[in-house]
């Protein structure tokens, strides 16, 4: 089977950074993916890591390590507008679709 | 290139009645998924298209749910006989190739009375 942890909830302000870890198990690996979602919106895609390391875009960096199992998102200057739900999702060697973990609610205050 | 679309995006229907949701993915996109969501979850995942053939459904989905993409175009998702536990939000997302991203659209809200 394939589970995902991600924190439920994470307060920070405005300008801060923050990091939300994804950790899975899974029987196989081919990515891990971040989404990002407002209430009442649709799940966008915001980064990508195949393989191990940092991938950056702009204020979000993406980090994987395949052989602890883990991920994170890392937000910097964290503003108003990121206050969301973000979800970690990993695709197995066996499936062509992501499974998404159950989501981190960032509330960023002023 | 206007996104994924979906239509409707509500619908109220009465228990064991059928109801058939459509998703218009990116034109170019080969890959269609349908994904279910419920409120303070993560989406589930349904069941996936490539082109017209459906490569992979959930052990999730049970037999009063069916979903085609006839054309390799747009697609479809019918639920027969829905019960409350039906009531979700129903994403579809499609993508080109194997690339680590998929575009949602903005759903259809089913609520089951």
């Known amino acids: 089977g394939q589970s995902l942890e991600q924190p439920s909830e994470v307060t920070a302000v405005e300008g801060a950074i923050v990091q939300i870890n994804c950790t899975y198990q899974?029987?196989?690996?081919?990515?891990l993916s971040w989404y990002q979602q407002h209430d009442g919106g649709a799940p966008t895609f915001l980064s990508y890591n195949g393989l191990d390391g940092l991938e950056e875009t702009g204020r979000f960096s993406s980090f994987l390590s395949r052989s602890d199992s883990y991920g994170y998102l890392l937000l910097q200057e964290l503003q108003m507008k990121d206050s969301a739900s973000y979800f970690c999702?990993?695709?197995?060697?066996?499936?062509?679709?992501?499974?998404f973990g159950p989501g981190t609610r960032l509330s960023v205050l002023p | 290139d206007t996104g994924v679309s979906q239509d409707p995006r509500h619908k109220i229907t009465k228990r064991g009645q059928n109801v058939t949701f459509r998703c218009d993915p990116i034109s170019e996109h080969n890959r269609l998924y349908w994904y279910r969501q419920t409120l303070g979850q993560g989406p589930e995942f349904l069941t996936y298209f490539q082109n017209e053939a459906q490569l992979e459904k959930s052990r999730l989905l049970s037999d009063r749910f069916s979903a085609e993409r006839p054309k390799g175009s747009f697609s479809t998702l019918e639920i027969q006989r829905t019960e409350q536990g039906d009531s979700a939000m129903y994403l579809c997302?499609?993508?080109?190739?194997?690339?680590?991203?998929?575009?949602f659209g903005s759903g259809t809200r089913l609520t089951v009375v």
């Open positions: 997302a499609s993508s080109l190739g194997e690339g680590g991203g998929y575009t």
């Open positions: 999702a990993v695709r197995d060697n066996y499936g062509q679709n992501f499974v």
């Open positions: 899974t029987s196989g690996f081919y990515g």
